[in-house]
């Protein structure tokens, strides 16, 4: 266990409303990351984060955005939902050092967009 | 750019028996790292094992093994003694050693395994 929560687990929204997701970790890690995980696509990874408010954009970050104000917390914002964006959302953090390092994923997040 | 595919969606195995999962990937790096992740019907994903790219000798952690032939680009996870738990999602991994996208994770799109009693 990474120590490594997202909230919240389940969300239905409607389209064109903002919606926020957190990851939250307990271990200081610098490394967080955001994926999105679609039948027949693996996982996508979305934005990723490599410090307080050092963010870079991944795969498939058009219409998402992310903020990293504190090294425990990595929020995923989507301005403005879509129904393409029903999707379930993990967050992951990266341990260990240069070269020799695995990344541990948080539980998900179910999020339909009707 | 990289890319990862597994070309089984979906193997079937026998409690007890063995399966093996396959995986080929694409890159002209020569510094990589690969994985086998689990994903059971909790949604959870789980670690199985990793093989860096410049060891010859091929993982194993407990049951799981791989077959690493890094010239054909191959990445294969031999499961044996198969057990109903292992029954889940298992998806196959690239992350890259180089540049400012190094820790990024590129995954193929799964293979579903089912454990038959």
């Known amino acids: 266990d990474a120590g490594i929560t997202q909230s919240p687990r389940h969300k239905v929204t409607e389209t064109g409303t903002p919606v926020t997701l957190r990851c939250h970790q307990t271990?200081?890690?610098?490394?967080m990351y955001w994926y999105r995980q679609d039948p027949g696509h693996g996982l996508r990874l979305i934005h990723y984060s490599y410090g307080v408010k050092d963010t870079d954009k991944g795969e498939v970050s058009d219409g998402y955005s992310v903020s990293r104000s504190k090294t425990e917390d990595f929020l995923l914002t989507l301005e403005s939902a879509t129904s393409s964006q029903t999707s379930v959302y993990f967050c992951?953090?990266?341990?260990?050092?240069?070269?020799?390092?695995?990344?541990?994923f948080g539980p998900g997040t179910r999020l339909t967009v009707l | 750019a990289q890319t990862v595919t597994q070309s089984q969606p979906e193997m079937s195995v026998q409690e007890a028996e063995t399966v093996t999962l396959s995986c080929t990937y694409d890159t002209s790096e020569s510094d990589y790292y690969l994985f086998w992740y689990k994903q059971p019907p909790s949604r959870q994903m789980i670690l199985v094992i990793r093989?860096?790219?410049?060891?010859?000798q091929n993982a194993t952690e407990n049951r799981f093994s791989v077959n690493f032939q890094k010239a054909a680009k191959s990445f294969s996870l031999k499961i044996s003694d198969s057990q109903l738990g292992d029954a889940a999602m298992y998806f196959c991994?690239?992350?890259?050693?180089?540049?400012?996208?190094?820790?990024?994770?590129?995954f193929g799109k799964g293979t579903k395994l089912s454990v038959k009693p």
């Open positions: 093989q860096e790219a410049y060891k010859q």
């Open positions: 271990e200081n890690h610098r490394y």
């Open positions: 991994a690239y992350r890259s050693n180089y540049g400012g996208s190094q820790g990024n994770l590129i």
């Open positions: 992951a953090i990266k341990t260990g050092t240069w070269g020799y390092n695995e990344q541990f």
